[in-house]
């Protein structure tokens, strides 16, 4: 009679936690996350990486920080949020209302914004490679320092004009028209 090989308590449980503890720790790398005991704080960021927010009311929010890698947030509510250092990675927030939001500093590269509102918006030091503001309202909007495709800034510049009401840089300005 064959003889099985000795059981090991845990290696089967050992091995299939290993690629998911190494795809955690990558993550966190990647947006930036601590490693360790300060990772508590990364846990009191919002997390929407992957979800469906369309319609949601994020209205005046304190969202700095979180995560909507990849979600789906079309004709959402975002007027007056704080957004500051933000991921939209991959995100779709077609058609969503972003005045007054501070979206500073925001990762959005790949982001569908076409037809949003972002009238007194605060896009400075966003990095937006890939992504589309097709039909986007502008006016007012701060884009100070932000990595924008050329395409998308010279389409940007067309419609823009303005003054940011929080910022006072102009839009057309802030743009490098």
């Known amino acids: 009679m064959p003889s099985s090989p000795p ?3 845990g290696s089967l449980i050992s091995r299939g936690l290993k690629p998911v503890l190494g795809l955690v720790f990558v993550l966190l790398m990647l947006l930036g996350g601590p490693v360790g005991p300060a990772a508590a704080s ?17 209205h005046g ?15 959402a509510d975002f007027s007056g949020a704080d957004l500051h250092g933000s991921i939209f990675t991959q995100g779709s927030f077609a058609k969503s209302n ?3 939001a501070d979206l500073s500093d ?11 509102n972002l009238r007194g918006a605060i896009l400075s030091g966003v990095i937006a490679s890939g992504s589309s503001f097709a039909g986007a309202d502008i006016t ?5 320092g932000a990595l924008l495709d ?9 419609s823009a004009s303005g003054r940011n009401p929080v910022t006072g ?6 743009l490098e028209c």
Do not use: I, K, W
């Open 150 to 158: 050329r395409s998308d800034q010279v389409r940007l510049c067309r």
């Open 140 to 144: 007012d909007a701060d884009f100070s």
């Open 106 to 116: 925001v990762l959005m590269d790949r982001v569908d914004m076409g037809g949003t």
């Open 42 to 58: 990364f846990a009191d960021r919002v997390d929407y990486t992957l979800t469906n927010q369309s319609g949601q009311d994020f």
């Open 61 to 75: 929010q304190q969202l700095a920080e979180s995560s909507f890698a990849g979600a789906v947030a079309r004709e």
């Open 7 to 9: 059981h090991r308590p």
């Open 98 to 100: 972003f005045s007054g």
């Open 169 to 174: 840089v102009d839009t057309r300005e802030s």
